[in-house]
């Protein structure tokens, strides 16, 4: 008899804290947006054109994500957008396909070391956007609310490169392993999760105080 049930029964018991410690979407829709597909329509009637556009675009998303949080990383960036919450590879990819709608040239990329302007000691990797208008090409990440199409909140300190979507999924199953072993590690410790994995949408990672 084939034991099949095995690592399903494992994968489960391992995934189920994380689903348990995911607080309920907190929902925004600036503008009336609830869908991608609202923020086609809003901004197409902005009536702006060119980089205006990308900044609208941008702010747009920025605006409708309420929670930065890697706990509901199986989220697809739609659902995501949506639901208000996610990290980068959601929030970002979320604004390439807008962007794209919109008949924009996008291209998502990414790196494996990124420093933050607002958490200079951290180190971790990102996903963001390159928009290209008239031969000039602009980074565009909607991760913060100050950012602006050319003026982001992080320099690479690794490679950039192209974002494919078969990179979408390998940094997404990394990204679950990582997070199943970190609300294991909180649960068995009795510590809250740390910030890094869920605080609100473009607030640093070390608390201010």
């Not at 702006?48 to 609208?56: A, I, M, R, S, Y």
């Not at 050319?150 to 490169?161: E, I, K, L, Q, Y």
């Not at 072993?181 to 473009?202: A, D, I, K, Y």
């Amino acid at each position: 008899m084939k034991k099949w049930w095995i690592p399903v029964a494992a994968l489960s018991v391992a995934v189920a804290p994380v689903v348990a410690r995911t607080p309920k979407p907190q929902v925004a829709n600036p503008d009336g947006v609830q869908t991608l597909d609202d923020a086609v329509t809003v901004c197409r009637n902005s009536g702006l054109t060119g980089w205006d556009l990308v900044e609208f675009a941008q702010r747009l998303v920025h605006r409708k994500f309420t929670r930065y949080s890697i706990l509901s990383v199986w989220e697809p960036p739609a659902l995501a957008f949506r639901n208000s919450r996610g990290y980068c590879n959601q929030y970002n990819t979320a604004l390439w396909w807008l962007l794209r709608e919109l008949g924009f040239d996008a291209e998502r990329v990414f790196a494996t070391r990124v420093r933050q302007d607002i958490n200079p000691w951290w180190r971790m990797g990102h996903m963001w956007v390159r928009v290209t208008i008239d031969g000039l090409t602009l980074d565009v990440c909607a991760g913060r609310p100050d950012n602006r199409p050319g003026r982001v909140s992080f320099t690479p300190v690794t490679d950039v490169m192209p974002f494919h979507a078969w990179t979408y999924v390998n940094t997404n199953n990394g990204m679950i392993l990582f997070t199943i072993v970190n609300v294991w590690r909180s649960l068995l410790t009795r510590q809250p999760l740390p910030r890094w994995m869920e605080r609100e949408f473009g607030s640093t990672v070390r608390e201010q105080g």
